[in-house]
């Protein structure tokens, strides 16, 4: 270990709230009605991590761009009554963001999502205000996951050298966009997403959000010791 950690970069969907669930099924129940049979694993492995423009080019190259924008108003439909419906956080994760307040390690975040989802499932969750003015999308950079563009992004607006970073993510394209940033990694594979797909150089992969806080906890003693 040859540089300390300055800075956590949270995911959202999946790590922060448990909308990923949410998302695959609304995802399955879309491909039915538009004639694209998908089964969960399919969207896991096509959909899951991406931003929402790569998700709607991939719908429009295959259904056409005016059945996607439908697609899309449909998605969100029901994706925002089915948050409002129960979205709870991601198991653990009060806890663990308790506990790294305590240790006085910023944190901020960085999604595939785009800021009004985000205020409706953070704020669903209680956990927007935790990050208010400390939440970057996707939608602000050229090229989202697994790009590093945004993750370099939120490093840049939070004053932090990408090699001082530390992002947890529960996506193969968040993973790879860490890598890419060179930013070291925590896998959460307590979600939709399979460990071996988070598994990887500089990624340490872990499957409770209750140990979050001692495995940052390591990354700081390692550097410290």
Known sequence: ??????????????VLVDSEIIAVRVLVQLGAEFGWPL?????VERFVGRSEAANHAMVAERL?????ALFDKRFRALHAEAVDAGLTPVDGVVE???????LGLPTCVASSGGHEKMRHTLGRTGLYGRFEGRIFSATEVGRG????DLFLH???????EPARCLVVEDSG??????????????????????????????TVVFDDMRKLPDL???????YQG
């Open 96 to 102: 663990a963001l308790d506990a790294l307040a305590a």
């Open 39 to 43: 089964t969960e694993g399919e969207v």
């Open 173 to 202: 394209p968040g993973v790879l966009a860490a890598r890419a940033a060179g930013m070291r990694a925590l896998g959460y594979a307590g979600g939709v997403t399979a460990a071996e797909r988070l598994a990887g150089p500089g």
């Open 145 to 148: 996951k697994p790009a590093p």
């Open 64 to 68: 056409g761009e005016e059945a996607a």
């Open 1 to 14: 270990m040859t540089t300390p950690i300055d800075l956590v970069i949270f995911d959202c969907d999946g």
């Open 154 to 160: 939120a490093a840049r607006r939070m004053g932090v």
């Open 216 to 222: 940052i906890g390591a990354y700081i003693g390692a």
